[in-house]
T-cell receptor, first 118, second 113 residues
Framework: AQKITQTQPGMFVQEKEAVTLDCTYDTSDPSYGLFWYKQPSSGEMIFLIY??????QNATEGRYSLNFQKARKSANLVISASQLGDSAMYFCAMREGRYGGATNKLIFGTGTLLAVQP | DGGITQSPKYLFRKEGQNVTLSCEQNLNHDAMYWYRQDPGQGLRLIYY???????QKGDIAEGYSVSREKKESFPLTVTSAQKNPTAFYLC????????????FGPGTRLTVT
C-alpha cells in the first residue's frame, strides 16, 4: 500500500538558517508525484513544490528545494534562509500513480510542525 | 481572482442534525476533493469527483454524502450517521492534467455538540 512517513513531529530552526524536513514514501508504482504543502495557523493548505518520479533534477521554487533520492524513497524539503513567516505545519503528500488507472488522489503524511526562532 | 471558497468558516450544530458545507471553485478544474483533518493529524480523503455527476468514496466516506451537479460546486453533507463529525474540513480542486497539484480552500471548522 502507498504510504507517506514524516518522522519529525516538530522542529526548531533559527531565523536565516536552512532546515530540512524529512519525508519518506512507499509505493510500487513507477509513476508518482510528490508534493509539499504548508499549513499556517489559519488552516489553509498552501502548495509549495512538486517532484515527479521521472524528473531528473531536484525541484526548486524560490527558497524551497526538494531533495529527491529515488532509490532511498525519500523526498525531503529544504527551506533556505528561514523566515519567521515559515513557522507552520508542513505536509508531504504523494499522488497515486496512473499505473492501473487514472486518479489524482493525494496521500498525506502526518506533518512536521516547524518553529522559526528569532 | 481565481480560487476556492468554502463557507462558512466556523459552523456549530447540535448532534443529530445534518449539515452541508459549501465548496465553490472558479479555477475551471475538473476534479474536486473533500478532506477531513483532526487535531495534530494529516488529511484524510472523504470523497472526490473527477467529473460532473460522478464521485467516488475516499478512505472515510461513512456518514458523509456529496453531490456534483455543477463543475464549480462540490457540497459535502455531514449526516447524523457520522459518529465524530467535529473536525476541520478542507475542500480542494485540481486539473486532470499534470502535475496535478491540488489547490485548497480556507476550510470549515465544524463543531457538533
Amino acid at each position: 500500500a502507498q504510504k507517506i512517513t514524516q518522522t519529525q513531529p516538530g522542529m526548531f530552526v533559527q531565523e536565516k538558517e536552512a532546515v530540512t524536513l524529512d519525508c519518506t514514501y512507499d509505493t510500487s508504482d513507477p509513476s508518482y508525484g510528490l508534493f509539499w504543502y504548508k499549513q499556517p495557523s489559519s488552516g489553509e493548505m498552501i502548495f509549495l513544490i512538486y517532484q515527479g518520479s521521472y524528473d531528473q533534477q531536484n525541484a526548486t521554487e524560490g527558497r524551497y528545494s526538494l531533495n529527491f533520492q529515488k532509490a532511498r524513497k525519500s523526498a525531503n524539503l529544504v527551506i533556505s534562509a528561514s523566515q519567521l513567516g515559515d513557522s507552520a505545519m508542513y505536509f508531504c503528500a504523494m499522488r497515486e500513480g496512473r499505473y492501473g488507472g487514472a486518479t489524482n488522489k493525494l496521500i498525506f503524511g502526518t506533518g512536521t510542525l516547524l518553529a522559526v526562532q528569532p | 481572482d481565481g480560487g476556492i471558497t468554502q463557507s462558512p468558516k466556523y459552523l456549530f450544530r447540535k448532534e443529530g442534525q445534518n449539515v452541508t458545507l459549501s465548496c465553490e471553485q472558479n479555477l475551471n478544474h475538473d476534479a474536486m476533493y473533500w478532506y477531513r483533518q483532526d487535531p495534530g493529524q494529516g488529511l484524510r480523503l472523504i470523497y472526490y469527483s473527477q467529473i460532473v455527476n460522478d464521485f467516488q468514496k475516499g478512505d472515510i466516506a461513512e456518514g458523509y454524502s456529496v453531490s456534483r451537479e455543477k463543475k464549480e460546486s462540490f457540497p459535502l453533507t455531514v449526516t447524523s450517521a457520522q459518529k465524530n463529525p467535529t473536525a476541520f474540513y478542507l475542500c480542494a480542486s485540481s486539473s486532470m492534467w499534470g502535475p496535478y497539484e491540488q489547490y485548497f480552500g480556507p476550510g470549515t471548522r465544524l463543531t457538533v455538540t
